[in-house]
C-alpha cells in the first residue's frame, strides 16, 4: 500500500511562492506517475500538474503554466510542487497522486489510485 504525506502548505500574500513536498512511502522509481491536483471548496477537483517519473517529462495546467514546477526526488522519495507568483485563485487544498499505470491522462483525476490527504494553501489578495 502506498502512502503519501504532502506537506509545505501555508498562508502567503499573492506574488508570494510557497513549496509543497509529498512523501512517497515506496521507492519514486518504481511509480510510473505523479500529480499535484487541488480542490476548491465547491469545485471539481483539477489536476495541476504531472511527471512521469521515468523520463521527468511534465505536464501542466494552462492555469499554472510558468508559475508552478513539479519535480521529483528519487532519493528522498519526494514530489515537489514550487510554486511562485501565486494568485488568489490559487487557494485550494492541494493533493498529490500516483499510480502504477503507465499510459494514463496525466491532469485527470480518475487516473491515480494513490492519495495523500493534502495541505491547504491560502492566497490573499
Known amino acids: 500500500q502506498v502512502q503519501l504525506v504532502e506537506s509545505g502548505g501555508g498562508s502567503v500574500q499573492a506574488g508570494g511562492s510557497l513549496t509543497l513536498s509529498c512523501l512517497v512511502s515506496?521507492?519514486?522509481?518504481?511509480?510510473?506517475?505523479m500529480g499535484w491536483f487541488r480542490q476548491a471548496p465547491r469545485l471539481n477537483r483539477e489536476g495541476v500538474a504531472a511527471i512521469r517519473t521515468g523520463n521527468s517529462a511534465t505536464t501542466y495546467a494552462d492555469s499554472v503554466k510558468g508559475r508552478l514546477t513539479i519535480s521529483q526526488d528519487n532519493a528522498k522519495n519526494t514530489l515537489y510542487l514550487q510554486m511562485n507568483s501565486l494568485k488568489p485563485e490559487d487557494t485550494a487544498m492541494y493533493y498529490c497522486?500516483?499510480?502504477?499505470?503507465?499510459?494514463?491522462?496525466?491532469?485527470?483525476?480518475?487516473?491515480?489510485?494513490?492519495w495523500g490527504q493534502g495541505t491547504q494553501v491560502t492566497v490573499s489578495s
Open positions: 515506496w521507492p519514486t522509481y518504481t511509480i510510473q506517475n
Open positions: 497522486a500516483t499510480t502504477a499505470n503507465t499510459f494514463i491522462l496525466p491532469l485527470s483525476r480518475y487516473a491515480y489510485g494513490y
